[in-house]
């Protein structure tokens, strides 16, 4: 867990003061390294449907897509065909492939980050816009190119939002990936072995899933 939120501490002493066990996740911002070797297609068809899965309101939900250089805008470009394919309603309508934000607070706070984003240079390569209609609704986002000072690169967005930037060497990506204070989980998509080897050790977070998102269940 991650113990330097103030939340976390707090809890930590109420659990002391009784002598309770606990276990805290205490929030994540997980990132996903995609190298050039990996199965592009097959990638995208996996990482899409796991960042709008309860619409991004996960606490393991991949949101900071770190891609490389050579494939980042192919990787951009099918995310983005796949987002817009993302239908959008009630969750008792079988068409429906994402339903609302938890309440009527989180449509504003992600319109605000990525707002933010776009300011400072990021491109809306999806959604970007609250959804027509009543309801907690924001449509299924993705921004590219997003650089390091925007909010969003910092502040978990637990909505469906998705940020992309480029990298170049496997030491580039490693370091964006450790640039927060949240290790809840990490990502990573390769075919190289020696790789995934490495990035196990060099991902601070209590989980990392390799060509995979499935970490926690049994």
Known sequence: FTGSTPVGKHLMRLCADNVTDSTMELG???????FADCDLEKTLDMVVPQKFRNAGQVC???TRFFVEASIHDAFVSGFAARTAGV???NGLDAATR???LANRRRPDAIAALVDDAVAKGATVAAG????????NFFRPTLLASVPASADIMQVEPFGPVAVTRAFDSF???????NSTPFGLAAFAFTENGRRA????DA??????????FAISGA
């Open 28 to 34: 994540g911002h997980a990132p996903v390294l995609v």
């Open 171 to 177: 030491d580039d990506a490693i370091a964006a990936a």
């Open 87 to 89: 239908t959008v309603g």
């Open 197 to 200: 080897n490495l990035l196990g």
């Open 98 to 100: 994402m339903g609302p």
């Open 60 to 62: 393991v939900s991949p």
């Open 203 to 212: 991902l601070e977070a209590g989980m990392v899933g390799i060509n995979t």
């Open 128 to 135: 970007g816009t609250r959804d027509n209609g009543p309801g």
